[in-house]
């Protein structure tokens, strides 16, 4: 995160749910994991909510089609 105030608010809900999350399976334990870094990013930082404007992928270049039309 760029914003100093932002990363310090993820990092403190991040700390408080940490300490909730000491029992249980490798599972459970995973899983509760993803959901609080989820819904902290979501509380700090919000989603937004309108399509991807572009849908080319950055990394695709001439480079890149010419070694897939190789293979294929």
């Known amino acids: 995160m760029k914003e100093k105030e932002a990363q310090r608010k993820y990092e403190a809900k991040i700390q408080a749910k940490a300490e909730t999350l000491v029992s249980g399976d490798v599972e459970s334990l995973w899983m509760k994991l993803k959901e609080s870094l989820l819904a902290a990013a979501d509380e700090v930082c919000g989603r937004t909510k309108d399509p991807p404007i572009h849908r080319?992928?950055?990394?695709?270049?001439?480079?890149?089609?010419?070694?897939v039309e190789e293979i294929v």
């Open 56 to 67: 080319v992928s950055w990394w695709w270049n001439e480079d890149v089609a010419k070694a």
